[in-house]
C-alpha cells in the first residue's frame, strides 16, 4: 500500500512539474508584452519618461533578468504564494484576484460534479432495471450528455431566467447586497447559483447515468450474476453485487473526466456571469493578463491533480482487489 | 436504493423551488434600498482594482468626480470654467497665473484641504510616471503665498493647456500621500481614499462598485449642491445584452454602454431615454478618423490622401452598423461643441463628401493610372493594394471598416480589411506597422487644441502611443497647435483664427479623414430617478455619463439634479 501509494506520489508530482513548467513557458513565448500593454495604458509619449516607465514595469513584473532566472524566481516565489502582479487588474497581486474567485467556482464544482455522480449511478442503476424507465429516460440523457455545458446554460439562463423570470440569469448575487452570512444574502446567492450549478449537474447526470446503465447490464449478464441466479439468490441481492462491481470503472470515469468538467465550468461561469475562474480566465485572456491567466491555469491544474490522487486513494479503499494485489506484490 | 433513487431529483426540486420562493421575498428590504439608490454601468470593463486618480484609464468609476475633485469644472455646452475647489484663478502677468482656494473645505478624514495640497498635487508631476508629467515642460514653480493662495510661474504659459489641467487633474492630500515613494504615488492602489468630493468608498466586488454619500460634502452648504442618491452601485460590463436586459428591467438606471440596436428600445419604450429623442439620440463625445501612414506609399501623397476622403462614405457608416444613432462627421472632425470654431465658408470650399468620381478625378491628375480592372496603380505604376486594420470584436467598427473598404472600391482603391486583436493592433500601431486604421482617442475638452494636438504633434518618435499614429510631419502645423496652446482661453477671435489655419492644412494635407462623430453613449430607465439631462430646456445641462474624466466637464452635477421618483 504505501509503495503503491509512494509511485502514485512520485507521479504526480512529476506532472505537477511539468505542469508548471509549461505554464510558465506559455505566457513567455506568446506574442504580446505586459510591459507595452501597460505603457499603452498610461499614454504617455515623452521617450524619456516612458523609457524610465518601461524599466519600472519590467523589473515590476521580473521580465529584467535572463530566462533562467526568471523560470528560478517563478518557483521560488511560487513556493511562498506568490503569482505576481496582474496586468489586467493592476496593481492587485494575482495571488489575491484568484482568491476572490476560486470560492464561487468551488461553490459550484463541487456540489456539481459529486451530486452529479451519485445521482446519475443511482439513476442509471435504477432505470437499467426498468423497461418503462429504460426507454423514456435514456433517450434524455443521451440528449443530456450530447449538450454541451455552455449551450444548456444558454437554454437555462433564457428559459428558467429570462423568460420564466425564476431565478436570475447573471452574477452569483443581487447587486443591492453585500456579502454577510445573513439568510437575506444567502437565499439570494443561493437564487443566483441555482442556473449555473444546474446546467453543470444535468450534463453530468446524464453521462453518469447511461454509463452506469451499461455497466449495470453487462454485469447482470456476467457469469457471477447468472451463477447467484442460479443459486435462488434475491434479485436484490444480484443486483448489489452488480453494483458494486459497476462501480469501479466509474470511479475511474470520474477521475478521467474532471477535466472535463472543469473546462465546462469555465463556459457556464461565462454565460451566467458568475465571478469565478472561468470569467476571470476569459478577461485574462482578452486583456493579455499572461500572468493572471498563468496563475488560473496552475490552480486548475493543482485542484485536478490533487481531485485525481483523492480518486487513486479512493480506489484502493473501495476495490478490495486493488489492496490484495498490492499486499500480494509486496 | 430505489426510494433513494426517487428520492433525489424530488429533494432537488425542493430545493429550487425554496431559493426561487426566497428571491420573490427579498426584493423587498435590506440592502441597498432601491428608491435611493443610482444604478450605473458602462465605465468599468473589469472589477475595480486601484482608486489611484493618477491611474487615469483605471481608477473605479468615479473616483475623480466622487471622491477627488479638480479646482475647476469645465462646462462644455456653455463654454465655461466653473470654481470649484478653487475659488478664483487669474493670469497677473505674461507668466505668472494666481490661485485662491475655497475656504473652509474638509479632506473626508477632517483635515483641512489647503494650498499645500495644491502644490503637492501639482509638484508630483515631476514623476515622470504621473500623468500629467510633461507639465514640467512649461511651468517654471509653485509657491504658496498662503494657506488659501498659490502662484505659478510658467516658463511658456501655454494658457489653454493650463486651463485643461485646472479642470481635469484631482487634487490629493498631501498628508495622506506625501508619505509615499515615487513608485507608490503611480502605482498604490489607493484603498480607501480620502477625498473632498460627495461620496465615500463603501465596498466593492469583482462586478460592481460602491459609493456612499457622504453628510458633510463641502458643495452642500457653499453652494447649495445635494448629491440625491445615497448610493450609487457602478456594474461591471459583462455583455451588451446583459447590459440592455438590466436596462430594460429597470436594473441599471444609467447605462453608458454602447448597445447596438438601442434606437428601436428607445422608440419602443417610453421609461427609457436618451439625450435627443430623435436621430442621433446621443452627444458627440469624439471623432473617428480614418488615419492613414504617412510613411507609406502612396500614403505619403497628399494628393491621394484626398482622394480617399472623398472616396470614404460616413453617412452609409451612421445608417448602417449605428441605426442612425451616429452622426457623420464635419469635414473638420471637430466636434459639435467647437462648432463656433468651424471655418464654414473653408468647408465650403475645400472641404470634402462622398463623391467617388473626385476623388478618381484628383487620383487621375496626380498621376495615378486606371487598371484594367478599374483600380488605381501609383504613378509609377505599382498596383495600389492597402490593408485596413480594425480590432477584433468591435462589431460595429469591423462593420464601418468593410463599408470604407467598399465605397475606397467604387473610387478605384483597392482596401482590404483585416481583424487582428487588440494588443496586436496597439503594437503595430504604435509602430507604424500598419497601412490603415481606424481611432478615436481624443475626447471632447474645453479646447480644439487638444484636437490638433493629436492630429499634429511633433516629433514623431519611434513609438507614436497617444497621438499622430499616421506620423504625419508638418512643423508649420505644429508650431501653429502650440501657438494655439498659449492663447488666452477668454480669447476666442484668436482661436478661431489659428484653427481655421489649421483646418486649412488639415483640408490641403488631410492627415486624418474624420467619419463619425462616436456619441456619449447615454440611456436612461426613467422608472426610479428622473430629471435626467436632455435637450428639453428645463432639463439639467450636464453630460449624462460615468465615463472617466467627464466628471470634470460637469457630469457629476447630474447627481445634484436627478430626482427620485418615489418621494
Not at chain 1, 201 to 214: D, E, K, T
Not at chain 1, 307 to 329: E, H
Request: some cysteine.
Amino acid at each position: 500500500m504505501g509503495r503503491y501509494l509512494g509511485r502514485k506520489a512520485v507521479l504526480y508530482a512529476l506532472t505537477f512539474f511539468v505542469a508548471v513548467t509549461v505554464n510558465w513557458m506559455i505566457p513567455r513565448f506568446m506574442p504580446g508584452d505586459p510591459v507595452r500593454t501597460m505603457l499603452g495604458r498610461a499614454s504617455v509619449s515623452d521617450p524619456q519618461a516612458r523609457a524610465a516607465m518601461e524599466d519600472h514595469y519590467a523589473r515590476l513584473f521580473g521580465l529584467d533578468v535572463p530566462l533562467w532566472k526568471q523560470y528560478l524566481g517563478f518557483w521560488g516565489s511560487l513556493i511562498q504564494g506568490d503569482l505576481g502582479t496582474s496586468v489586467w487588474l493592476f496593481p492587485t497581486p494575482v495571488t489575491e484576484v484568484l482568491l476572490d474567485a476560486v470560492p464561487y467556482t468551488l461553490v459550484l464544482l463541487l456540489p456539481a460534479i459529486l451530486l452529479s455522480w451519485v445521482a446519475g449511478n443511482r439513476f442509471g442503476a435504477f432505470a437499467a432495471r426498468n423497461r418503462w424507465l429504460d426507454n423514456t429516460a435514456l433517450p434524455v440523457s443521451y440528449l443530456l450528455t450530447a449538450t454541451p455545458y455552455m449551450w444548456l446554460g444558454v437554454l437555462l439562463a433564457w428559459g428558467l431566467g429570462v423568460v420564466a423570470g425564476w431565478f436570475p440569469a447573471t452574477g452569483a448575487y443581487s447587486f443591492a447586497l453585500t456579502p454577510a452570512f445573513t439568510w437575506e444574502f444567502l437565499s439570494d446567492a443561493l437564487a443566483h447559483w441555482v442556473l449555473p450549478f444546474l446546467s453543470l449537474f444535468l450534463v453530468a447526470f446524464g453521462g453518469w447515468a447511461i454509463g452506469m446503465r451499461n455497466l449495470i447490464i453487462y454485469e447482470l449478464e456476467a457469469d457471477y450474476s447468472a451463477y447467484l441466479r442460479a443459486l435462488g439468490a434475491p434479485r436484490r441481492l444480484v443486483r448489489r453485487y452488480a453494483f458494486r462491481n459497476a462501480m469501479l470503472p466509474q470511479i475511474t470515469g470520474l477521475a478521467l473526466q474532471l477535466g472535463t468538467i472543469v473546462a465546462g465550468s469555465l463556459l457556464t461561469e461565462v454565460v451566467f456571469a458568475y465571478p469565478g475562474l472561468g470569467s476571470l480566465i476569459l478577461e485574462a485572456l482578452n486583456n493579455r493578463d499572461f500572468f493572471l491567466l498563468q496563475g488560473a491555469f496552475l490552480f486548475i491544474v493543482t485542484g485536478v491533480l490533487i481531485a485525481n490522487l483523492v480518486v487513486d486513494v479512493l480506489y484502493v479503499v473501495v476495490d478490495p482487489r486493488t489492496r490484495i494485489q498490492m499486499q500480494g506484490g509486496a | 436504493m430505489a426510494s433513494r433513487a426517487r428520492a433525489l431529483p424530488a429533494a432537488l426540486a425542493a430545493v429550487v423551488l425554496a431559493a426561487a420562493a426566497c428571491t420573490s421575498e427579498s426584493d423587498g428590504g435590506g440592502g441597498y434600498p432601491r428608491a435611493q439608490t443610482l444604478y450605473t454601468s458602462g465605465t468599468q470593463w473589469g472589477p475595480p482594482s486601484t482608486w489611484n486618480p493618477l491611474a487615469k484609464s483605471q481608477y473605479a468609476t468615479g473616483t475623480v468626480g466622487y471622491v477627488y475633485e479638480p479646482l475647476f469644472l469645465y462646462d462644455p455646452m456653455e463654454d465655461e470654467y466653473r470654481p470649484w475647489l478653487a475659488e478664483e484663478g487669474e493670469w497677473t502677468g505674461e507668466d505668472t497665473y494666481s490661485l485662491t482656494i475655497r475656504d473652509g473645505i474638509e479632506w473626508s478624514d477632517g483635515e483641512a484641504f489647503t494650498a499645500e495640497d495644491v502644490a503637492y498635487t501639482v509638484e508630483l508631476g515631476r514623476i515622470d510616471a504621473v500623468p500629467y508629467s510633461n507639465l514640467w515642460d512649461w511651468l517654471e514653480g509653485v509657491e504658496v503665498v498662503n494657506e488659501r493662495e498659490l502662484e505659478f510661474t510658467f516658463s511658456e504659459p501655454r494658457r489653454q493647456e493650463w486651463a485643461n489641467w485646472l479642470y481635469n487633474e484631482a487634487i490629493v492630500p498631501e498628508h495622506v500621500w506625501s508619505g509615499r515613494s515615487e513608485d507608490e504615488v503611480v502605482n498604490d492602489p489607493n484603498e480607501d481614499p480620502v477625498g473632498t468630493g460627495p461620496y465615500a468608498y463603501e465596498t466593492h466586488g469583482q462586478d460592481r462598485m460602491v459609493w456612499a454619500k457622504r453628510d458633510d460634502w463641502w458643495a452642500t452648504e457653499q453652494l447649495d449642491l445635494d448629491v440625491r442618491p445615497e448610493y450609487i452601485v457602478d456594474i461591471v460590463n459583462s455583455t451588451n445584452d446583459a447590459a440592455l436586459t438590466m436596462l430594460t428591467q429597470g436594473e441599471i438606471d444609467l447605462s453608458n454602454n454602447f448597445l447596438p440596436g438601442i434606437d428601436r428600445t428607445l422608440e419602443a419604450s417610453p421609461e427609457i431615454t436618451s439625450y435627443y429623442d430623435e436621430p442621433p439620440y446621443m452627444l458627440s463625445a469624439n471623432t473617428t478618423w480614418l488615419v492613414p501612414n504617412t510613411e507609406r506609399e502612396p500614403m505619403d501623397d497628399p494628393e491621394f490622401r484626398r482622394a480617399l476622403a472623398h472616396a470614404v462614405d460616413p453617412q452609409a457608416i451612421a445608417d448602417g452598423p449605428y441605426g442612425g444613432i451616429v452622426a457623420p462627421a464635419d469635414p473638420t472632425g471637430l466636434l459639435p461643441a467647437w462648432e463656433q470654431y468651424v471655418d464654414q465658408d473653408l468647408v465650403e470650399e475645400e472641404g470634402f463628401s462622398h463623391d467617388p468620381e473626385e476623388a478618381r478625378s484628383i487620383l487621375e491628375e496626380a498621376g495615378y493610372t486606371e487598371n484594367a480592372d478599374g483600380m488605381f496603380a501609383t504613378p509609377d505604376g505599382d498596383p495600389v493594394a492597402l490593408e485596413l486594420i480594425v480590432p477584433s470584436g468591435w462589431t460595429d467598427w469591423m462593420e464601418a471598416a468593410d463599408i470604407v473598404a467598399e465605397s475606397a472600391a467604387e473610387a478605384g482603391i483597392d482596401i482590404t480589411v483585416e481583424f487582428p486583436d487588440d494588443a496586436a493592433l496597439q503594437d503595430a500601431r504604435a509602430t507604424g506597422d500598419f497601412d490603415l486604421l481606424f481611432n478615436n482617442e481624443r475626447q471632447i475638452s474645453n479646447t480644439p487644441w487638444t484636437y490638433y494636438d493629436y492630429m499634429f504633434r511633433l516629433p514623431v518618435q519611434e513609438q507614436q502611443t497617444t497621438v499622430n499614429f499616421g506620423r504625419y510631419e508638418n512643423e508649420e502645423a505644429w508650431e501653429l497647435t502650440e501657438e494655439l496652446a498659449r492663447v488666452d482661453v477668454e480669447d476666442t477671435e484668436r482661436i478661431a483664427e489659428l484653427t481655421s489655419q489649421l483646418q486649412e492644412i488639415h483640408f490641403a494635407e488631410t492627415p486624418v479623414i474624420p467619419l463619425w462623430y462616436n456619441g456619449l453613449w447615454s440611456q436612461v430607465n426613467e422608472s426610479v430617478w428622473t430629471n435626467w439631462p436632455s435637450d428639453a430646456s428645463d432639463t439639467p445641462p450636464w453630460f449624462p455619463t460615468t465615463w472617466r474624466n467627464y466628471n470634470q466637464m460637469g457630469a457629476v452635477l447630474t447627481l445634484t439634479e436627478i430626482e427620485p421618483v418615489s418621494g
